[in-house]
């Protein structure tokens, strides 16, 4: 079982800038493919952005490639989402989710088995 934890949301204008941080338990962190995902109200969940088990590659929605990087320690046990030039369309309780089985980096929902309880972000105009 994977715990995950989020935090670093909170209420900022647009054009501002944030850090989601999400902490993971056990040791086989390493191992895994970390996603970010958000969920507006009367949405569904959204791919945001997902990375490899070692960092070497990431893929991003187009929606916030070029404002959003993925990074991870894995000595940490930690994946980041920063975020840049936030627009109110962003507005969303973000999500970071684990892939135990590390293959491949995917967009879909169901690819991922573990799933922290997600941070607000609130951007206003």
């Known amino acids: 079982q994977v715990q995950l934890v989020e935090s670093g949301g909170g209420l900022v204008q647009a054009g501002d800038s944030l850090r989601l941080s999400c902490a993971a338990s056990?040791?086989?962190?390493?191992?895994?493919?970390m996603g970010w995902f958000r969920q507006a109200p009367g949405k569904e969940r959204e791919f945001v952005s997902t990375?490899?088990?070692?960092?070497?590659?990431?893929l991003y929605a187009d929606s916030v490639k070029g404002r959003f990087t993925v990074s991870r320690d894995n000595d940490k046990n930690t994946v980041y989402l920063q975020m840049n030039s936030l627009k109110p369309e962003d507005t969303a309780v973000y999500y970071c989710a684990a892939d135990p089985r590390g293959y491949v980096l995917g967009r879909a929902v169901r690819q991922y088995d573990y799933w922290g309880q997600g941070t607000q972000v609130t951007v206003s105009s």
């Open positions: 990375i490899s088990r070692s960092s070497g590659r990431t």
């Open positions: 056990g040791r086989t962190f390493s191992t895994y493919t």
